[in-house]
């Protein structure tokens, strides 16, 4: 046991939050109080970042036909992946597809939409042979505000059914930043028990032995 | 407030995890213990993945020889890092890089190496227009990692300094896997107050405000 170790209950804290945390969408259509998302936003600031770069963007959306463009830029890629998934899987399962509840956008309280910034070739730390370590650490922060969105009460989503090019369009962002998330926030009736991809039977989860390896590509002895 | 809000002394333990949690380069060669390292892969194995894809795969490095010759490919990336570093900023500024301590690995307790699986293409769902989200959600699952050590009074420090063909090929991952993170693990004889790269001089950090826009890439009124 190390000294620094947190109490308990504390610790018991940190790994609820992470075991209850589940991809939401479905909301309540109520506000989330500025303080609570203020502090949503501090945790995603306290991420770690490659080479201190603190590579992420967030776009607070409050016009209400933005989020409706937004939502229907969404439409038209489940539309896409509804067609890709009938192609590469069977009809059947694009149809099972198009019955799920991919997103919670007109509903949740709280729209940010998540990118990467611009300039980020300057960036040399830790991103020479790994450009995409930028990604890591937005997604770090993202995480950061789904558990602490979890801890405050709130369900979040990530929504990555869009066209980047076409959101980053009608956000006006520079060359160079790419949206990367669309993240609901809100108000949940509950929390899914497990996660709502397994819920529904859309696909079943594989366990922690099969990502085990020892020494190599081999199974864990 | 929501009626799923954990305790006042529950929120401040995932906050306090968020804020304390650190990027370490710096360990005490001692052991962890094996329940810890099970616990820090459960709740990794927790985090959300994008169609439920569980990207993730851990490689758990026991072999001191293997441990070498990972500290070996660091090294040598470290110094084409610094030659980069040489060109596009200065040779002082190399200079100052070279000095910054930026992997553990040969003093960490436990060292594991996280990759992306093989055969990601047939995975579509909310990767069509963003296969890349894959990435996102390993990062994900190493954040919930790294969140749970703090927690359990261990440090985290991610390695991305590394060449990933050299990795995949030493630690014999199969076509299409891919090695994103050299993770070290261990006991601290302290955390840094602030990210070392602010501690040591190299970098200062930028306020959160200055990431935030509103319904479009212009500054947050």
């Known amino acids: 046991m190390s000294r620094y170790a947190y109490s308990p209950q504390d610790r018991a804290a940190v790994y609820r939050a992470i075991a209850e945390r589940r991809d939401m969408r479905h909301f309540l259509p109520l506000p989330i109080a500025t303080e609570v998302l203020e502090r949503l936003l501090t945790a ?54 198009l019955r799920l509840k991919v997103e919670g956008i007109l509903d949740c309280g709280e729209l940010l939409v998540a990118a990467l910034c611009d300039n980020r070739d300057q960036h040399v730390f830790g991103r020479r042979t790994l450009p995409e370590m930028d990604l890591a650490s937005v997604s770090c922060a993202i995480q950061n505000m789904w558990l602490a969105a979890r801890a405050e009460g709130l369900g979040m989503g990530w929504v990555s059914i869009f066209d ?35 819920e529904t039977g859309w696909k079943s989860a594989q366990p922690l032995e099969d990502m085990l390896f020892e020494n190599g590509w081999k199974p864990h002895s």
Not at 168 to 178: E, R
């Open 44 to 97: 995603a600031h306290q991420a770690p970042s490659v080479g201190l770069m603190q590579p992420w963007r967030f776009i607070r959306i409050t016009e209400r036909s933005l989020r409706h463009e937004i939502h229907s830029l969404v439409e038209k890629e489940r539309i896409r992946t509804a067609k890709a998934i009938g192609e590469y899987e069977t009809t059947a399962r694009m149809a099972e597809f």
């Open 164 to 198: 980047p090019l076409e959101l980053a369009q009608l956000l006006k962002m520079p060359n160079g930043a790419k949206p990367i998330a669309i993240l609901c926030f809100g108000h949940v009736d509950s929390f899914y028990r497990e996660p709502m991809l397994v």
